[in-house]
Structures are given as structure tokens and as C-alpha cells.
């Protein structure tokens, strides 16, 4: 069967909206999906993102190498974790909210580093992090005490 062009035209037009907008749903994230406030109530502390210079500057000072198993209190968004397994080593991030747990396994997941990272939502003050070679944390000065 022809379609004539103008038929044609018709039906780009009508479909045209629908298609676009399919493919536009496809390319946004989940409208639920959790994005961190820089402030946010924690268990004890609010977030703040750690600077990524400063935890390439921590990496460094603590020398991680592909050997070593971090272990990040208060893990955050995960980018510690993360940039230590992008360095070799396996990494894991505590972390008391779980909707920041799961934006971390996304994160690591986006960086390819699923196999050297992973995250628990626990309390850290009941944690066990006794087989760490490294420990990073980014936190108040009071709760450091």
C-alpha cells in the first residue's frame, strides 16, 4: 500500500510528540530516584560532600595501593570508596542512610568499579572495621573525638 506524502506528514506529526517524548522519559533519570542535598540530616552529622582533591589527598597520604582494603566511615555519595578501588584496592563504604548506600552502588556501578566496591547501610559506631588497612573518614571534628 502507498502512503501519499501527505498522509505521510499527517502522521509525523501526530506521532512525532509521542515518540520524542518516549525517548526523552528514556534519557531521564527515575523522577524518585534519590538526589543528595549538600546539608541533609544524618544519624549524627549533616552532609558535605568531601572535595575530590581532597580525597585523592588523603589516598595519597595514606599510600593505597591495590594491596590495601579501605574502609570509608560515613561513606556518603561514595566517591572515597570509589577512588580507591579505581586505584586497585577493595574498598567499602558504612553508611547509616540507606538511600546514600544506594547512590553509592549506582556510582560505583557508573564507574565500573562493582567488583573492588561495596556498601553497607549500618552505624558506624557498631561497625567492625578491624580488618581495614586503611580508614578515611570526613566528618565533624566533634564526632572524630
Given amino acids: 500500500m502507498k502512503v501519499s506524502y501527505r498522509i505521510r506528514q499527517l502522521l509525523l506529526a ?3 510528540p509521542v515518540i520524542v517524548a518516549g525517548a526523552s522519559a528514556l534519557a531521564q533519570p527515575a523522577k ?3 538526589q543528595p542535598q549538600v546539608g ?3 544519624k549524627d552529622v549533616i552532609w558535605v560532600p568531601t ?9 595519597d597520604m595514606a599510600k593505597v595501593t591495590p ?3 579501605v574502609m570509608d566511615l560515613g561513606s556518603g555519595d561514595g566517591r572515597t570508596v570509589i577512588t580507591a578501588a579505581k586505584r586497585g584496592a577493595k574498598a567499602r563504604g558504612i ?3 540507606q538511600d546514600m548506600v544506594e547512590l553509592s552502588k549506582r556510582n560505583a556501578a557508573k564507574e ?4 573492588k566496591a561495596s556498601f553497607v547501610n549500618a552505624d558506624l559506631f557498631e ?4 580488618e581495614a588497612t586503611v580508614v578515611t573518614l570526613y566528618l565533624l571534628p566533634s564526632l572524630n573525638l
Fill in 127 to 130: 561497625s567492625d572495621f578491624s
Fill in 67 to 69: 594491596k590495601d582494603y
Fill in 40 to 42: 541533609q540530616a544524618g
Fill in 14 to 16: 501526530l506521532f512525532l
Fill in 95 to 97: 553508611e547509616y542512610n
Fill in 112 to 115: 565500573g568499579v562493582n567488583d
Fill in 32 to 34: 524518585d530516584e534519590f
Fill in 51 to 59: 572535595p575530590q582533591t581532597l580525597v585523592d589527598k588523603m589516598l
